[in-house]
């Protein structure tokens, strides 16, 4: 019965034995493939994690100034709109006939001012009251 227990003991040695050297070859290939995998992705050109969140966070800040630049422009937009719509109905006044300073000096040198004083009777030139005669 030793003998049968000797040859167990050998056996379970050996297989002992073989399990040291399997887990090392798998060490060994796992230290193999992960360095064959490395140049693999190094010759894709990725970029690291790094990297990648340093350009998410540009892209982030050029979207946000974006966003301001254009609400911006649109401010800026309504603004002229609204100074562009003043100036068509200034135009369409003088256009329909009215009358700037500049023009009712031309057409006879009174101003409206003027022209009310001396029709409620008051002479413009002198301040006081029309002579009749």
């Not at 040291?20 to 693999?40: D, I, M, N, P, Y």
């Not at 409620?120 to 002198?126: L, T």
């Amino acid at each position: 019965m030793q003998g049968r227990g000797r040859i167990f003991d050998d056996l379970a040695q050996i297989i002992n034995n073989a399990m040291g050297v399997a887990q090392g070859a798998k060490a060994e290939a796992e230290t193999a493939l992960r360095s064959w995998f490395e140049r693999w992705l190094a010759d894709r050109d990725l970029v690291t994690r790094e990297e990648f969140e340093a350009v998410r966070r540009m892209a982030e800040k050029a979207r946000e100034e974006n966003d301001a630049l254009s609400a911006r422009l649109d401010a800026l937009e309504k603004e002229v709109e609204m100074l562009q719509a003043l100036v068509a109905g200034k135009d369409a006044g003088k256009a329909k006939g009215g009358r700037t300073r500049s023009t009712t000096k031309a057409a006879g040198g009174r101003s409206p001012k003027t022209r009310r004083k001396a029709a409620s009777g008051v002479d413009a030139d002198k301040g006081g009251a029309k002579d009749d005669g």
